[in-house]
Each structure stands twice: as C-alpha cells, then as structure tokens.
C-alpha cells in the first residue's frame, strides 16, 4: 500500500521558519516527481513546488519563489519542504504528492498519482 505521510505542520509567526516533511512508502518512487500543493479554506487545493526524480532545477508558484525550499532524498523516499519568510496568507493545509509527470507540469493541477492526508501550517499576524 502506498503512503504518503506528512509531518513538521505547526504554528509560526509571520516571519518565520517551518520545515515539513514528507516519507513516502509502499513502492520505490523511481521517476516519479514528488512535491507540495496546499489548500487554505475556502480556496482550491493551489500548485506550491516540485522537484523531479534526477532533482535538477525545482519548480515554484511565484507565490512562494525566494521563499520556499523544495529537496528531496531519494534513499529515504521523502522530500522536504523548507519555508522561510512565511506570511500568514502561507496558512493551509500543505499536501504531499508523488506523481510520473514531470515536475514543470504540475502547476497545471492537482491531479496527482498519489497524495498524502495532508498538514497544517498556521501561520499567525
């Protein structure tokens, strides 16, 4: 069975600092482009970044571009999302996604291959 797990989600001042993270198991994820949507109340679930397989250059929403680090560790299955400078309109439900295409696609939507159950991150004026 293949999972997605999330974790790191919290409360942080605006300003500041979260790392989530997310563990992938279930399968060897060979290929597969793995990344972060997020979904704020009342909004659809929103493209954040993704990283390839190979890693090479990442992709960003202009929204958190400067911001927001994407990196991932193969051996381990699991990607990291750093993200600094965070503002309180960076609050939502941050979503784990794994999927074979490609990376620079995904800001096309969330139609992804596997999805995680998601994590909070509150981000406080």
């Known amino acids: 069975q293949v999972q997605l797990v999330e974790s790191g989600g919290g409360l942080v001042q605006a300003g500041g600092s979260l790392r989530v993270s997310c563990a992938a198991s279930?399968?060897?994820?060979?290929?597969?482009?793995m990344g972060w949507f997020r979904q704020a109340p009342g909004k659809e679930r929103e493209f954040v970044t993704a990283i390839n397989w190979s890693g090479g250059r990442p992709y960003y929403a202009d929204s958190v571009k400067g911001r927001f680090t994407i990196s991932r560790d193969n051996a381990k299955n699991t990607v990291y999302l750093q993200m600094n400078s965070l503002k309180p309109e960076d609050t939502a439900v941050y979503y784990c996604?794994?999927?074979?295409?490609?990376?620079?696609?995904?800001?096309?939507?969330?139609?992804?291959?596997?999805w995680g159950k998601g994590t909070l991150v509150t981000v406080s004026s």
């Open positions: 279930g399968r060897t994820f060979t290929n597969y482009a």
């Open positions: 996604a794994a999927d074979n295409k490609d990376g620079r696609l995904w800001y096309l939507g969330p139609r992804m291959d596997y």
